[in-house]
């Protein structure tokens, strides 16, 4: 019904995939508050495994845009349903590449550090060969070479450890939960990355030039492991009085916490390239954290706690 009246109005939208997601919501906040039209799609809307209903929906919304926020993002899980992971992550973006280059517009993909092993000693450049340890990353690889394969207007944004104050959850706010419940945490410390807050990732592609195309890395700045994240997740909440029992913090080792999915120890992804055109590097992570606290603080408490 949305689509027809769209028609009516010969207005073409741009179209948003994964609005539940936490970056989702952060983009669909970002589209609202703007004055082009836009439509948001969730997986019932869409479901993106499901490879014949995505060209009559997309068709039927003519996009001036697409966005595609929506993936299997269960890295554990990814390594029992691998099928499904390539089927969403990797073969669907490429349908909607496709659909993107038959109606002339620019597709946005959003892909992960975890394409890459973690063996290199510096930050990964958009060059650098991924070489996936786990199944979601090599779906999130095969679904940038899908993208890249059929369509010269896309733009595939690489980001890190996405947390959000809304959403599914993640790991600053299963951190905060576990912060509440019990004295000790245990957190691994032999795996660094960048935290990225998916605000800052959203005002970055809405300051990009409309028509940039290509790879692109994109995290806050800066490094930590998930230990220092906690760490300073449980500071920056106890600073702004949010109520925590956690005393003490414990560093462990990957091996102390087995995973069914492989993660790589080294992920930091370098943003020189998406820099230049904005004119700045990203926010540090640490202040980004902070700022994503407050958001969280100023929720009212029934909603905090259903997002712990
Ligand atoms: N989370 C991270 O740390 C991280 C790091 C780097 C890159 N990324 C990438 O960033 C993007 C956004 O991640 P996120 O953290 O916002 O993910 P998220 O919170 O897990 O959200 C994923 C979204 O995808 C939707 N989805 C899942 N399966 C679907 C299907 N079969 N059909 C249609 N929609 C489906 C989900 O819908 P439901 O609500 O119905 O499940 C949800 O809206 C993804 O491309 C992800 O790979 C994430």
Redesign the pocket.
Known sequence: MLAAGLRRLRVRPVLL??????????LARYLAAGDRPWVA??????????PAAIAPVIQAIQPAEMI???????VDRAEQEPE?AQ???GR?PGILAEIATQLGVRLT??????VFDGRQGRPYQEGDRPNPLNS?GAS?WA?EQAVQAVSDRHLIL???????AT?????VTTMLRLGRERTEVRVVADQVGTP?Y?ADLVTAWAQLPPDLGGLYHYCNSGVASWYDLAIASFEEAIALGLPLQVERVVPITTADYPTAAQRPAYSLLATQKLSEILGAPPPHWRESLRQMLRVWGDRPPAQSDQQL
């Open positions: 995939l994964g609005k539940t997601g936490q970056l989702g919501q952060a799609l969730s997986r019932a809307d869409l479901d993106l495994a499901q595609n926020a929506a993936a299997y993002t269960a499904l089927a969403i992550n669907a993909h959003i892909s992960t550090d975890y979601y999130k679904g690489r980001a890190s450890w996405l947390y959000a959403g599914p959850g993640n790991f990225t998916v």
